[in-house]
């Protein structure tokens, strides 16, 4: 008897064999169909990694180009720079020596003014003490009482 219940234990329904072959299959299907998901996601990521990686080269090109560019500029730049500082300090040096040659000319115009206003003082005083001498000897003349009217009076004989 204990065999016949060990026996009628172990016996399971015929239908549990193929349920659970069934559900194998299913749960299989289900991996495989998860893994196939997972590939084709993994497939378009790759892809878009790709893209990104082929975007990312461009844009480094681009950098480098730009990075290249950029230096050159900053050389030229670089070059004005020192070109303007030459120029802007030929500029001064050239102002300083003008401001200089001005200074020295004005004051060489100074010097002349001062020595053509010495002239005029002393042409001045030799004109007003010539034009008062020839007045004073306008004066005699006309009264008759200096040397010429002497001379005169002796010459020329008198009417009377």
């Known amino acids: 008897m204990r065999t016949l219940a060990l026996l009628q234990v172990g016996t399971t329904p015929d239908w549990v064999g193929p349920v659970v072959a069934i559900s ?8 495989l169909g998860m893994a196939i998901a997972v590939a084709v996601a993994a497939f378009k990521v790759a892809q878009q990694a790709k893209k990104v990686g082929a975007l990312v080269d461009g844009l ?47 004051d060489k115009i100074e010097a002349k003014l001062q020595d053509l206003e010495t002239l005029y003082d002393v042409v001045h005083e030799e004109v007003e003490g010539t034009a008062l001498d020839v007045a004073a000897a306008l004066r005699s003349v006309r009264r008759g009482n200096g040397m010429l009217g002497r001379v005169r009076r002796i010459l020329v004989p008198s009417r009377g």
């Open 24 to 31: 194998l299959v299913i749960l299989a299907l289900s991996f």
């Open 60 to 106: 480094q090109d681009d950098i480098a180009r730009t990075l290249r560019g950029v230096r050159n500029l900053t050389e030229q730049a670089q070059d004005v720079m020192v070109l303007v500082r030459q120029e802007a300090g030929a500029f001064a040096q050239t102002a300083r020596r003008l401001r200089r040659k001005m200074v020295r000319g004005v």
